[in-house]
């Protein structure tokens, strides 16, 4: 990823929409779920754009900012990723990920804003 990668998407931690952003939302997330595993199922590339469609999976055992004692429990969801690509590096993000699958697996309340 570009040191100054915008995450349009927000990893569900709500982290600020600037240059960046991303690598704290990802380090969050890998704080909050171990084991954390993403598989690629498939990548399509046109240009400066690719889309990939991810499983993850991973168990809620650290810290996280909607969930800060962890519940132990596990999910596995799909999401499917567009990256805008710049000088061969991901330089945005967006993603559509099944986001209540995951709160409902995890035993999360849906929060009432974002």
């Known amino acids: ?3 100054d990668v915008i995450d349009h998407n927000k990893i569900i931690f709500g982290e600020p929409d600037e240059p960046g952003a991303a690598f704290e939302g990802i380090r969050m997330q890998l704080d909050a779920f171990d084991p954390f595993h993403l598989q690629v199922e498939e990548v399509v590339r046109e240009g400066d754009k690719a889309v990939a469609r991810l499983t993850m999976s ?3 055992s650290g810290t996280h900012p909607r969930m800060p004692v962890p519940t132990r429990k596990s999910f596995r969801n799909e999401a499917i990723f567009l990256f805008t690509l710049r000088d061969g590096k991901i ?3 967006r993603a559509v ?3 209540l699958g995951l709160f409902l697996q ?3 309340e849906w929060p009432e804003s974002d």
């Open 97 to 99: 990920s099944d986001r």
């Open 106 to 108: 995890l035993g999360w």
């Open 1 to 3: 990823m570009a040191a």
């Open 91 to 93: 330089s945005e993000i």
């Open 58 to 60: 991973g168990t809620h």
